[in-house]
């Protein structure tokens, strides 16, 4: 006995295809309605990836908060972040402000959430309300009981020196120790409204490294150059 399919030919070409190929080719046929659609589930769909890698990060670093302790933390967040992650988290090929912003804006529009982005006459500032990432978590109850993935308990060079830091946000601080390393200063710094698990997350770059306020350095375990 023969069965019946369960997919015609042309559901299963389209199932395989890539969302962003479908949409060209609804604003190519100018149907509005498909290529609204089709939009809409190419975020759901790098949602559903990036809350997932999200998650599963976080797992891994509370596994090693938990067994290694805090220091082994820093040492798995800075080998993260050495050449061979370059090859995916290119950093920006000039350094000009211009750039350096253009980079790390391009970088948070992968987080799929709004950027407010300001400009003084001594800074520009980029910030995302709700954080795309770590303050995502926070609303998605991560450290809550139910799913229980760890705090840092004590204050640490990787917390800016706060006690129960959410363990995800901890490469912010290492991110910074790096580019202090490697350049001689801070590149964006993060600027925290409290309460912690309630503020929004800001990025602050200064037209003029020597007005960045020597705190940003000190939290880290570091001396204003």
Not at 157 to 178: K, N
Not at 213 to 223: A, M, V
Request: overall charge negative; some cysteine.
């Amino acid at each position: 006995m023969t069965e019946e399919r369960v997919f015609t030919d042309q559901e299963l070409k389209e199932m395989g295809a890539r969302t962003l190929d479908l949409l060209l080719e609804a604003i190519e046929a100018g149907d509005r309605d498909r290529a609204k659609a089709l939009a809409g589930r190419m975020q759901r769909e790098f949602q559903y990836l990036h809350d997932g890698y999200m998650f599963w990060v976080t797992g891994l670093q509370t596994y090693i908060y938990r067994k290694l302790g805090v220091e082994a933390v820093e040492e798995a967040e800075r080998e993260a972040h050495t050449a061979e992650a370059k090859v995916v988290f290119t950093p920006p090929e000039k350094t000009d402000i211009r750039s350096l912003v253009e980079h790390l804006a391009g970088g948070l529009r992968g987080h799929m959430q709004p950027i407010t982005i300001v400009e003084t006459d001594a800074t520009v500032s980029l910030r995302m309300e709700p954080c795309g990432s770590g303050e995502r978590l926070i609303q998605k109850g991560a450290y809550g009981p139910e799913i229980g993935l760890a705090k840092i308990e004590e204050p640490h060079r990787i917390t800016w020196g706060m006690e129960d830091f959410p363990i995800y946000c901890v490469h912010c601080p290492v991110m910074e120790a790096l580019d202090a390393e490697n350049t001689g200063h801070l590149g964006a710094v993060h600027v925290i409204t409290g309460p912690l698990y309630e503020g929004a997350c800001e990025f602050v770059f200064y037209k003029d490294p020597a007005d960045i306020p020597e705190e940003c350095y000190t939290r880290l375990g570091k001396r204003k150059p």
